[in-house]
């Protein structure tokens, strides 16, 4: 024990600290490098109604790494906020999912399809961020109307006034904005009626046991009150379970996303799900 607690002790050279430096460092190399070489994807998870019927999807970020093969956001997302590289790899998925718009416009099993892009704190606070937005728009020409979004609880608390602001510029674009993770935060609710937001987003923390724990349903049940109550559409992510998902429409929720309906998809096999979706419908 004594040997144990001696090894656990903190040394001015721990080769354990020094191999996560140093796997951080490689990690940020590649990440940089993978920018670079193109090796960014999105995958598309698809968004349905109460009805059932695909409204939209979300574009998640994934790395083809060489030789790791597809690496998941968890793994480099944070690194990437806290190196800034957020800011570049924001500006990708950005343009990818708009160029992704566009290609969906031409069908008519996907035109009507809304796309949901999660915006980072940085990259939201980065002053240009609005003209990124728009020159976006304009060089591939997706329309704004189509495009919402998902912003966190966490970057919107801090510069309420330049915050709001730059809501508004987005919402006269026509974005709309989607408040994700909705719950985890610390968002007062006095503050969350003065945001220019058309959606919240029920965090899958609390979708994940809505049939077993009563806090979580509780929980569930008052993020789409307060949602009705304020004007917005709301809708449920984690949506594993057919049960899940008649609770939360029971409980006036609108909109889902997670496993029951789809994984998230690459750009084909998610063309193909939406297909042969419409087919069933007709
Ligand atoms: P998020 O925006 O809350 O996205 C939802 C996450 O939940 C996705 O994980 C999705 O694959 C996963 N998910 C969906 N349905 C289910 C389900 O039924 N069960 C479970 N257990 N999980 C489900 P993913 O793709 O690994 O992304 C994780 C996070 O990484 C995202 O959370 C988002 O915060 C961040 N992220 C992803 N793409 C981007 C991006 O382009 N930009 C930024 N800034 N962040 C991104
Ligand atoms: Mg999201
Ligand atoms: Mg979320
Ligand atoms: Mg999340």
Redesign the pocket.
């Known amino acids: 024990r004594a040997k144990a607690a001696g090894r656990n002790t903190m040394r001015f050279f721990d080769p354990e600290m020094q191999a996560v430096a140093t796997a951080r460092a490689r990690l940020e190399a590649d990440l940089r490098q993978g920018l670079q070489d193109k090796d960014l994807l999105l995958h598309f998870q698809p968004q349905v109604n109460s009805a059932g019927r695909i409204i939209g999807a979300?574009a998640?970020m994934r790395w083809q790494h060489p030789e790791r093969g597809i690496v998941f956001p968890a793994e480099f997302v944070p690194l990437a906020e806290e190196t800034g590289l957020i800011l570049p790899l924001g500006r990708w998925a950005l343009q990818a999912a708009c160029a992704q718009l566009v290609a969906w416009a031409r069908h008519p099993d996907t035109a009507r399809l809304v796309m949901?892009v999660?915006v980072s704190a940085r990259q939201f606070h980065h002053p240009d961020f609005v003209e990124e937005v728009l020159t976006v728009l304009r060089y591939t020409g997706a329309d704004p109307k189509k495009l919402k979004l998902?912003l966190?609880e966490g970057m919107l608390v801090e510069d309420m006034e330049g915050t709001v602001a730059k809501m508004v510029e987005l919402k006269e674009i026509g974005i709309g904005l989607?408040l994700?993770?909705f719950g985890t935060g610390y968002s007062s609710l006095s503050y969350l009626k003065s945001l220019p937001l058309d959606q919240l987003?029920i965090d899958q923390s609390f979708i994940r046991d809505v049939l077993i724990d009563p806090n979580d349903a509780a929980i569930a049940c008052a993020i789409v009150s307060l949602s009705h109550i304020l004007g917005l559409s709301v809708m449920a992510?984690g949506v594993e379970t057919e049960a899940q998902r008649s609770f939360l429409v029971s409980h006036g929720c609108q909109a889902f996303q997670g496993y029951l309906f789809s994984r998230p998809l690459a750009p084909e096999q998610f063309r193909q799900y939406v297909h042969e979706r419409v087919m069933a419908e007709n």
């Open positions: 979300e998640l949901a999660n998902e966190t989607s994700d993770d987003k992510e």
